[in-house]
């Protein structure tokens, strides 16, 4: 009996367009033989050293934009990968489809995980496992790139996809196909269109 293929999947939690991405990897996961693993990676520390903008000089306004990502740091060292997908399932729709940027305990408690774990967010306790995270993935693909990262165990990585609305059934599965078609190809680089509206319907 064929193994699931192996997915690696980081991501920024207040990345809008990473959530879409992982609504369609959730897809995916119904459609195609797909086992994932879910990784912590950061715009904050992807950020660093680049010019930004004068009103948020840590770059993605400092602990605020940081603290979730500390979390779900957390989260992966305390419970697992499996957890820590379950923990973004539940803070995703409370961030990006409800706007409860306040919502990491309710979050938490969502996902059958201690709350106290939220207190995290207010401190640097993880700021070293996310930075060790993210580094992981930005090296398969370069810095030139944002979130999510997405490898294929003996394939190979790429940026995104992004996109919106986030497929379903055959379409969620004809695009992994072709995600993966790009990532075992090592010269392939970029492939763009201009973005749309977001669409979390």
């Known amino acids: 009996m064929d193994r699931p293929q192996n997915v690696d999947f980081w991501f920024d939690p207040v990345c809008p367009c990473t959530w879409l991405t992982s609504r369609w990897i959730r897809e995916v996961e119904r459609v ?21 903008d004068p009103e948020d000089p840590e770059g993605q306004r ?10 779900c740091a957390a989260v992966a060292a305390r ?22 940027w306040d919502g990491a305990e309710r979050a938490l ?6 709350t106290g774990l939220a207190a995290v967010a207010w401190t640097q306790e993880y700021d070293d496992a996310v930075r060790a995270s993210h580094e992981r ?12 990262v997405l490898s294929v165990q003996g394939v190979g990585a790429v940026f995104g996809p992004v996109v919106s609305p986030a497929p379903k059934g055959d379409a969620a599965g004809r695009l992994w196909d072709g995600v993966v078609l790009m990532a075992g190809v090592q010269d392939f680089s ?12």
């Open 109 to 114: 408690a969502d996902a059958g995980l201690p």
């Open 32 to 52: 195609r033989d797909i086992s994932v693993r879910w990784r912590v990676m950061s715009l904050s520390v992807l950020n660093e050293g680049l010019d930004v």
């Open 190 to 201: 970029e492939l763009k269109r201009a973005y749309g509206e977001l669409d979390f319907d």
């Open 137 to 148: 993935g930005i090296e398969l693909v370069g810095t030139d790139v944002g979130t999510p």
């Open 62 to 71: 400092g602990d605020y934009m940081r603290g979730p990502g500390r979390v």
């Open 79 to 100: 419970h697992g990968s499996d957890a820590l997908g379950t923990y973004f399932d539940a803070l995703g729709a409370r961030l990006h489809e409800r706007g409860e």
